[in-house]
Each structure stands twice: as C-alpha cells, then as structure tokens.
C-alpha cells in the first residue's frame, strides 16, 4: 500500500491526466491515461497484486500486467513520489475511460517551469529592494 510523498509533491488530475509536481525539485510530472488510473489505484489503498487482479478481468490486458505494474509502482518510489503506506491493501477500482490507451503506464518529467516552481517570492521579498529578480 502506497501514500503520495505530500511533504515534497503536489497531486492533481485534470482531463483525465495526473499531475504530479515536485516542489523541492521544481520538477513536474505528467501521466498518460494508464498511468493515472495506475497511481489513483494506488492512492486509494491498491497495491500491486490487487490492481494486477482486477486489470486482468479488463479486455485486452496482458499476461504480464504484474511486472509491469511492479515496474512502475518501483519508478514512482524512486522518484519518491509514494512513499510505502501501513495497512490492509484495498481492491482496485479502475476508471474504464483511463484505458481507452492501452495498458501500458507512463509519466514524462518535465524541467521547462523549474525556476518558476522554485521561485518564492512571498518569502524571498527584500524591503529595499522588492521583489526578487531572477538571477
């Protein structure tokens, strides 16, 4: 059972697209359809066996669902976006409309806004001198 890292990242779904952003790294991550319907699973109390069982009743699903939900759920950890939760492992509720793309799960990292995320300049602003300006 997993829990988003929520002292480091900030979640959101729009569209049907998670969002994940990391702001000690001023990183953001975006997620194809599969993958949010993999992460959300995994926020609502899913571990890997359990998301692997109810992916095999969908149509279309493959054989080897397991590893690479394994695969996965192993990439989000490393990028310390779920951290391992106590608990009894939930059943896995899958968003049909999450899967119109296949079963294969993906997030791209993007840098593009970094020095925008990692700005603060609530808490960076100098009387005499004002806002900050980016150096």
């Known amino acids: 059972m997993y829990k988003l890292n929520e002292e480091k990242m900030f979640y959101d779904v729009a569209d049907g697209v998670a969002v994940i952003i990391d702001f000690t790294t001023g990183i953001y991550y975006g997620?194809?359809?599969f993958g949010t319907a993999v992460i959300d699973a995994f926020l609502s109390g899913a571990d890997e066996g359990k998301l692997a069982e109810?992916?095999?009743k969908k149509d279309g699903c493959p054989?080897?669902?397991r590893k690479t939900i394994d695969d996965f759920s192993q990439k989000l950890k490393e990028k310390e976006?779920?951290?391992t939760a106590e608990g009894a492992p939930a059943e896995a509720q899958i968003n049909d409309e999450l899967l119109k793309e296949g079963f294969v799960p993906?997030?791209?990292e993007f840098s593009e806004v970094q020095d925008l995320i990692m700005a603060d300049p609530i808490?960076?602003?100098d009387a005499e001198q004002g806002w900050p300006t980016v150096k």
């Open 31 to 33: 997620f194809n359809s």
């Open 54 to 56: 109810a992916l095999q």
């Open 63 to 65: 054989a080897d669902i």
């Open 81 to 83: 976006i779920l951290l």
């Open 106 to 108: 993906e997030f791209d």
């Open 123 to 125: 808490h960076e602003v």
